[in-house]
């Protein structure tokens, strides 16, 4: 891809990744949230934090079957806009739903399951997030490898999180979708994996 190609993709991946959050705003200026507006913007939010999580996990696999190697410049963008939306996620529940109760909100992590992993996940999130610059590369080198891996941790603790939620309504269809889909774009890592430990290895 030239250059020019690949920055007007990224402002459509831009305009895209945020037309979400403006459909949110829309609806909201219209009063179209439903009878539970804190409900609805929780799981809207955390619907397109999954989302963009799990896109960005597919830039990989789709990159090595295309051959198209400039994908992988669209990861990171990715993986911005999955913390973005977990960070209003996360934002809704802390100001909207808990009002800044943080003894609440620590005995909610501690007691309820779904929110135990969705807080982990989260944690992970910010800490890749804070990471994602260049410095952050220079400086970590190899360790940063190592650091991003923990994407491969966020995205299923991501999904258990939205599985729990939604099997408290009887309503887990998306969570086994997304469910179904991590799981191949993870399976589809391991013959790479087990071909890099293959060459760690020592030939006895």
């Not at 934090?49 to 190697?69: E, Q, V, W, Y």
């Not at 999955?82 to 909207?96: E, I, P, Q, R």
């Not at 610059?133 to 891996?149: A, E, N, Y």
């Amino acid at each position: 891809m030239t250059a020019t190609r690949i920055t007007i993709l990224k402002v459509a991946v831009w305009a895209l990744s945020l037309t979400p959050l403006c459909l949110l705003a829309w609806r909201g200026y219209t009063g179209g949230l439903g009878a539970n507006p804190i409900e609805f913007i929780t799981h809207r939010t955390g619907f397109w934090a999954l989302t963009f999580l799990t896109l960005s996990l597919a830039i990989t696999p789709l990159r090595r079957i295309t051959k198209l190697n400039d994908l992988i410049k669209f990861r990171r963008l990715l993986g911005l806009f999955a913390f973005f939306y977990a960070l209003l996620h996360f934002s809704t529940y802390l100001v909207l739903d808990q009002f800044f109760d943080f003894g609440a909100i620590i005995e909610d992590i501690v007691k309820r399951p779904y929110i135990t992993v969705g807080f982990a996940s989260f944690v992970i999130l910010l800490l890749l997030a804070l990471t994602s610059t260049k410095g952050s590369i220079r400086r970590l080198g190899k360790k940063w490898v190592t650091l991003h891996s923990l994407v491969y941790i966020a995205a299923p603790l991501a999904v258990l999180h939205f599985f729990w939620k939604r099997s408290a309504k009887h309503n887990t269809f998306d969570p086994l979708v997304f469910a179904a889909i991590v799981a191949v774009l993870l399976a589809l890592r391991v013959p790479a994996w087990l071909a890099k430990r293959r060459k760690r290895t020592p030939v006895s």
